[in-house]
């Protein structure tokens, strides 16, 4: 928390450099909170700000799955409910689903029982735990700064053991702090430190992708200039990371895009806070740099859409052209008049790092303006289907194919 | 429910320190609920009554308080403390979360007419860091607060009526 207010205090200074003239006795504002810092005066009546997550998941009888609609072929049904807040899903050896919630502070595990789903909390009052991975018997769970571990949970789900803490030397703000956990092709955990803000220069110690061993050794930097990237995936034959990224906000209705990237190496600087969407300089931040000096993105997803799950499909269910694309599942806007994303995209490769095709996969939580659900994160069952989260209704839903 | 033993049949608590529910938005009651019961927000009297109620029971406790009609609370609130208090809540933009007469929204607390006791406790909390905050919003809000200052934030608070 004491980095937090470091932070803050640095961006306050920052938003106020320019009040340093003034008359000594003129009282500075203080920080705005985090969501509307960045706001220009030109929008300083508008009625935007983030949508409250509901505290409590929509009754299974209750969620008009009947609205969500896939391309001819794909049935989407409700797989589970009454999930408060569900999110990141990874499966464990013994086909437990792990889901992980960010407000709710719950971990919970879904035990498939053919024709029902029995969902267990298996762990509460967590700080925003948000990331969740599996790997040789044992969960791994990120909240804000802290990464730990569940040894053998699949066998106690219902006394589950002490959670070990395996890295803990992390930043403690919550802006953007929250992670997406996932272990790469090199056996490391994966995760996002996001930049403390809207719109800052953030400390060297942010707004990246870093990855670190099982053991807690070996942390390092993956890659930089990443505002916030809370789903990632690696290419399936290629074994490249492939990540979304949020963009800033208040820069009005269409600008900056949301972005997909891909980050082949380590080292590479995705141009945040410079430089938005690989070609529109920051107005206060991008006074001298240049776009060039960034790695641009593969693709521009839409403005304020929140990509936030991205997952290569592998399974055999699907006709054979969806292998290998991604599903980009974007939770939707609040910072834009009209609303936009709340729906699962599609994105088909035609070489490492360039796009040949992006369009709707499932769509259907937006109805006009109004919303019933958020889709946040992806994942496949064994048999080729895809399941999807809803953090808002609580949710989780499966899509199947057949001819 | 034992709960208006300490905040009142309707919601508007009288003790000293203790908050009144009435007018609180639904997500916000039923938030402080969950923290209650999941341990992340801690309350001698508290915890023990939340630790035992369903998601239903949070849902229908919300709602019943959120229809309840607020009333200022009788703790006396100093003139010029409150006047200083008010140029306070505009340049630390408490409005832009608690709305523009500090009547909260959505999963946002009402503060208008809260006990002053209570205010104190809860701001002091928040600069301490050892308040439980959904998104570490009022924590970091807090931080450049004097102890003079949240006094005066306090006492403006709690003479606010609608």
Redesign the interface.
Known sequence: MRRIIAVVMAVSLLAALGLWLLPAQAQQPAAPPTWKQGQPSSLADSTLAPIPQPPAPMKAGDIPVDKLKAPPGFKVELWAAEINNARAMTWGDKGTLFVSSRVAGNVYAVVDKGGSREVKVIAKGLNLPNGVAFKDGTLYIAEISRISKMEGIEDKLDSPPQMVTVYDTLPKDLPHGWKYLAFGPDGKLYFNIGAPCNICLPPDTHANISRVGTDGTGFEYWAHGVRNSVGFDWHPVTKELYFSMHARDWLGNDSPSDRLDYAPKKGMHFGFPFCHQGDTLDPELGKGKHCNDYVKPILKTGPHVAGNGVMFYTGAMFPAEYKNRILLAQRGSWNRNEKTGYRVMMVTLSGNGKVAKYEPFVQGWLQGQEIWGRPVYTTQMKDGSVLISDDYAGAIYRVSYSK | MPCAACHGPDGNATIPGTPSLAGQPT?FT??QL??FR???RKDEQMSPFAANLT?DD??DL?AFYAAQTPRPRASAADPARAAAGR?LTL???CA??HMPKLQGQ??VARLAGQDLTYLLKLLRGFKA?TASD????M???A??LTAEEIENLAHYIAGLTD
């Open positions: 997500f039923h938030w969950i923290k999941d341990g992340r998601d949070m849902g919300a140029e340049r630390h933009h832009s979360c959505k999963q860091q959904l998104d570490g919003t924590t970091m809000a931080q450049p």
